[in-house]
């Protein structure tokens, strides 16, 4: 579970303070995370995540916390994975039709699929 500076103030300290076993394992330096291509973000930005970890570190329940954590990973890279090839198809569909009216149902549809994945997302995140 990746957290950033200001996550690990709003969310983990406070669960530290109060003598959570679960967030007095989160390192309390800095440390940089994952291959350096490789991008990395916090994942308690959300509400959603800020009280699966709630929850989870006043049950002192790491493999529950570790579940969602690793569905949400799923789900994410699933939704990336999607959104790029729905990119591409776009890119391509734009390609080959251009300004024309030609393949505008088409083209809808793939900003459809594209907008369901936002949405689906704000589900998981």
């Known amino acids: 579970l990746t957290v950033c500076e200001e996550c690990y103030h709003d969310v983990v300290w406070p669960a530290v303070s109060r003598g959570s076993q679960l967030a007095g394992r989160f390192n309390r330096t800095l440390q940089h995370v994952g291959a350096l291509n490789q991008g ?38 699933m939704l990336q994975g999607k959104h790029k090839e729905l990119q591409g198809s776009l890119a391509m569909h734009e390609s080959l039709h251009g300004c024309r009216r030609e393949g505008e149902r088409e083209k809808e549809a ?7 994945i936002a949405e689906e997302w704000k589900k998981w995140e």
């Open 40 to 77: 990395v973000s916090c994942q308690l930005y959300s509400p959603r995540m800020r009280w699966v970890f709630r929850e989870a570190a006043e049950r002192n329940d790491l493999e529950g916390l570790r579940r969602v954590v690793m569905e949400r990973v799923g789900m994410e890279a």
């Open 110 to 116: 793939i900003i459809e699929e594209i907008a369901g």
